[in-house]
């Protein structure tokens, strides 16, 4: 879903702040391809939506299941909340990260 969009129509939804460690071009574009193959691997139940900013990922989730499920794999470092997010989770994406989210693609998560 488009990130305004999302935010236009839920309320206080889940947030996962990844950072990335290496932010090029390439790494960019290569998490939010794996980022968005994810998503879809693990089934979510409710709407989700991806926002990218320089070295962070942003991903929004309406289900609080599927943000807890999404952020599992990243092995979360902080888990907040505020009044604008019903639950914010901060994470790191570096190399080993990214290659147990490919390998979880390819058993099929």
Same mark, same amino acid.
């Given at each position: 879903? /488009?990130?305004?969009?999302?935010?236009?129509?839920?309320?206080?939804?889940?947030?996962?702040?990844?950072?990335?460690?290496? #932010?090029?071009?390439?790494?960019?574009?290569?998490?939010? #391809?794996?980022?968005?193959?994810?998503?879809?691997?693990?089934?979510?139940?409710?709407?989700?939506?991806?926002?990218?900013?320089?070295?962070?990922?942003?991903?929004?989730?309406?289900?609080?299941? /599927?943000?807890?499920?999404?952020?599992?794999?990243?092995?979360?470092?902080?888990?907040?909340? /505020?009044?604008?997010?019903?639950?914010?989770?901060?994470?790191?994406?570096? /190399?080993?990260?990214?290659?147990?989210?490919?390998?979880?693609?390819?058993?099929?998560?």
């Amino acid at each position: 879903m /488009d990130w305004e969009d999302f935010l236009r129509d839920h309320h206080r939804p889940h947030l996962l702040e990844v950072k990335l460690k290496v #932010a090029t071009s390439a790494k960019i574009l290569a998490a939010r #391809a794996v980022l968005e193959r994810l998503a879809l691997s693990l089934g979510t139940a409710g709407n989700y939506a991806f926002h990218w900013e320089g070295a962070a990922i942003y991903a929004a989730f309406e289900e609080n299941a /599927d943000a807890e499920r999404f952020a599992k794999v990243f092995k979360p470092e902080q888990i907040t909340r /505020d009044s604008e997010w019903a639950s914010k989770t901060y994470a790191r994406m570096d /190399d080993v990260t990214y290659q147990r989210i490919t390998r979880l693609l390819k058993r099929g998560h």
